[in-house]
């Protein structure tokens, strides 16, 4: 039997037709030995094949799971993938991978905490290359492999396959690590601040506690969070509590010190480390010292027990300020409205990333995780979303080789009348600002807007493992 990869036009049926109708009959898994779709505790799998059937999915922490399979649209690039399967093959013991798109098909091996590519070929070679695929992932193959029903009190769950038993309940432990998630772009614009605030208060509406950190002297985020609670300067009262304290010293002002609680913009409240102008007047002075740029690092280490995500809205610069936020992050999304301003600033984005990276690995740090670039402030205009939106997210991989992510956020009225909200106290006017899910719990016109940062903070939460 031949596999044709011309076959394949999109992600579906890289599943159907490679995956399902070619793969795994050739190597010898029947269908009561594989799974799709199937949820392992946060975690989401499109494919869990077995060397033998296991039903209910139940398994021992030292029976790994035969091999794990990732289909993915023909145009996305596998490189862009890779670690999300190291983590799925780390976090379930698994030994054992594949990744394809349809046009390649690549597997990797886990060999203690990191996995390695054993085999690679292209889509149309898969028929001449599949006695080699047998041999590495084969049913056969794992035939030696015993499997007993517990792994950690986590059981194994299907999603929407009736090939399950639905009655099999487990307890999941889930470990808990903070994770931290930069918003950046050096380009203004593009919807850095909506981003980060609606994402913020998304995540704090599914039940996560967040900690939202403004480290751009423009202070978008801390006024569109409802900080900026005064009409005049001699009330100003983040003058002196604010982001550069954390940065002055490793010795004092910790983030219990200077945390705000934005409790009006956003029920659940999101708490916020608030920015302001001043912090422009401060930046040779901290640039000078060395120690700098690692205290956000260490002070968002301290309170890790306490927050489930930071989200970290950056200037659009490569500044002082953009070089902490990269340092102290572990992952980034960057926001674009996928003009061409934007899009001529991501080379620039890609290598300061690169030189981040650099000093990262000077102090013992991983790389940045890039989530993807974030289709933001795109018109809804539907012939705009037909025929001009499409060409626009091809050149974000073809050209730049950067992951794209799911989620699109559209330029709708709800969104700037969520962050425009005012309250009148007698003849003055003070800001009011609203997260755009909790304004959209009295205005129906931005429910839209609401669903699509839902949308986004389920897709981070996919991406992360949560």
């Given at each position: 039997?031949?596999f ?16 399902v ?17 199937v ?5 989401r799998l ?6 033998a ?12 799971l035969s091999?794990v399979m ?11 993938h890779?670690?999300?399967l190291?983590?799925?093959?780390n976090?379930l013991?698994?030994?054992h ?12 091996h886990?060999?203690?905490d ?6 690679q070929c292209a889509g ?9 695929i047998k ?11 015993i499997?007993?029903?517990v792994i950690n009190?986590v059981?194994?769950s299907?999603?929407n ?11 999941e432990?889930?470990?808990r690590t903070?994770k931290?998630?930069a ?15 609606n994402?913020?208060a998304?995540?704090?509406n599914k039940?996560?506690?967040v ?5 751009d ?5 801390t006024?569109?969070?409802?900080l ?8 100003d009262?983040?003058?002196d509590?604010?982001?550069?304290h954390?940065l002055?010293s490793?010795d ?8 705000r609680?934005?409790?009006y913009?956003?029920n659940?409240e999101?708490?916020v480390?608030p ?11 901290l640039?000078r ?12 280490k ?7 995500f ?13 070089q ?5 992050t ?6 674009s ?6 899009n001529q ?9 690169k030189d981040?990276?650099?000093a990262r690995q000077?102090?013992g ?11 933001s402030?795109?018109?809804p205009?539907?012939k ?15 050209r ?7 989620s699109?956020?559209y ?6 009348e969520?962050?425009n909200q005012?309250?009148m106290?007698g ?5 009011d ?8 719990e ?7 807007s609401?669903?699509?940062?839902i949308e986004l ?10």
């Open positions: 039997m031949a044709n990869p011309e076959l394949c036009r999109n992600e579906s049926e890289v599943e159907s037709k490679l995956i109708q070619y793969l795994l009959p050739e190597l010898g898994y029947t269908p009561d030995t594989w799974h799709q779709e949820a392992v505790g946060s975690i499109d494919f869990l094949a077995f060397a059937q296991v039903i209910p999915f139940v398994l021992d922490a030292n029976s790994p091999v990732e289909a993915k649209h023909p145009k996305q690039n596998l490189n862009n890779v670690h999300r190291r983590h799925y093959l976090k013991n698994a030994k991978g594949l990744l394809t798109n349809g046009k390649e098909i690549r597997i990797y886990k060999y203690q990191d996995i390695q590519l054993v085999f149309k070679e898969v028929a001449n290359k599949i006695n080699e041999s590495l992932i084969g049913k056969d193959s794992f035939q030696k492999q499997i007993n029903p009190e059981t194994l299907e999603k396959d009736t090939r399950t038993n639905s009655d099999s309940t487990s307890t432990k889930k470990e903070m931290t998630i918003i950046y772009h050096n380009k203004g614009g593009v919807g850095k601040t909506t981003v980060s605030i994402l913020a998304a995540l704090s039940g996560k506690k900690l939202l950190v403004d480290i002297s423009q202070a978008n985020t006024f569109a969070a409802g900026v609670k005064f009409q005049f300067d001699e009330d009262d983040l003058r509590r604010n982001v550069y954390l002055e490793g004092y002002n910790f983030i219990p010190d200077i945390v609680k934005s409790e913009f956003n659940p999101v708490d480390i920015s302001h102008i001043t912090l422009i007047e401060k930046i040779d002075k640039s010292i060395v120690a700098t740029q690692g205290r956000l690092i260490a002070k968002i301290k309170v890790d027990s306490d927050y489930d930071v989200i970290i809205d950056t200037p659009p610069s490569r500044d002082y300020y953009a902490v936020a990269l340092m102290t572990d992952y980034l999304i960057i926001p409205d996928l003009k061409p301003f934007a600033g991501l080379p620039t984005v890609i290598n300061f990333v981040i990276n650099e000077d102090r740090k991983p790389p940045i995780n890039i989530i993807g670039v974030l289709a402030k795109i018109s205009n539907p705009f979303v037909q025929y001009t939106f499409p060409k626009q997210r091809e050149v974000i991989t073809k730049y080789n950067l992951p794209l992510m799911d699109v956020i330029d709708r009225t709800a969104l700037s969520s962050m005012v309250l106290v003849e003055l006017e003070y800001p600002p609203k997260s755009i899910v909790k304004y959209a009295t205005k129906t016109a931005a429910q839209q609401a669903q699509e940062f903070a389920n897709e981070v939460l996919r991406y992360v493992g949560e």
